[in-house]
């Protein structure tokens, strides 16, 4: 085959393929009941395998593992056709340039504002005052306080946020809350609730007007097994 002819069976074959973006866990766990609604199958453990693209049961469709910040990345510049990412994700990213037809509802927990038993929240919230809050999600704190009128010093950490007040770095803390046992087993307890988060299905829009019946295929099967839930 000549350089030229390879080239345009690439082409031919990337416009063919869907590729979705997903992280390891409990989205990518949640998203297959909702892929097997489609008639896709993932026929490898994410856990068990080195792969990062993960092949399916249907050969026009594959899936590929980013970080769970990533997925809005990889969809908008082409890395993926679509993904599931959380809202959470979505509002840090921006979410510029991407079709979201979907709340897939599924991931559900909320972001809240969190401080040591005993601190007097409400005190240090008043009008006007001064806030040290270590989170991940900067975006999202920075627009809570404001709307409050609060002025906040924001720590960005990625990783054991409770550690933060508990050292004295912070006041309080902003992340996204479950169960709350991890807030409870560090002394900290939940004192104003941000918003309720869950998964959102994102699309390219160029793949979307590229591949349009396939992807609108998935959106409706989605849709569909989302609504029966």
């Known amino acids: 085959m000549t350089g030229r002819g390879f080239v345009r069976a690439f082409s031919d074959w990337k416009f063919s393929v869907i590729t ?6 409990r989205i990518f766990d949640e998203t297959l009941p909702l892929l097997a609604a489609a008639g896709i199958e993932v026929l490898e453990d994410p856990e068990k395998s080195r792969k990062l693209i993960l092949p399916t ?24 056709d679509l993904g599931v990412t959380g809202k959470d994700v979505l509002i840090e990213h921006g979410g510029a340039g991407l079709y979201q037809p979907l709340d897939l509802r599924i991931a559900q927990c909320h972001m809240a504002v969190a401080a040591p038993v005993g601190f007097d929240y409400q005190k240090a919230v008043r009008q006007g005052s001064r806030i040290t809050v270590a989170t991940k999600y900067t975006t999202i704190a ?9 002025h906040v010093d924001l720590i960005k950490l ?14 309080a803390i902003v992340d996204l809350v479950s169960t709350g ?33 396939r992807i609108r295929h998935l959106i409706d099967a989605f849709a569909s097994a989302t609504q029966e839930a």
Do not use: C, W
């Open 158 to 171: 990625y990783g054991s946020m409770e550690l933060a007040p508990l050292t004295g770095m912070a006041d």
């Open 142 to 150: 920075r627009h809570f306080f404001a709307q409050k009128g609060v």
């Open 20 to 25: 979705l973006a997903l992280s390891k866990g």
């Open 57 to 80: 049961n249907q050969d026009g469709v594959r899936v590929v593992l980013v970080r769970a910040t990533d997925v809005p990345t990889y969809v908008e510049y082409g890395g993926a």
């Open 181 to 213: 046992k991890t807030l409870k087993a560090n002394n900290l307890v939940e004192v104003e609730h941000i918003m309720d988060i869950s998964s959102r299905l994102v699309v390219n829009q160029a793949a979307l007007k590229l591949k349009m019946a």
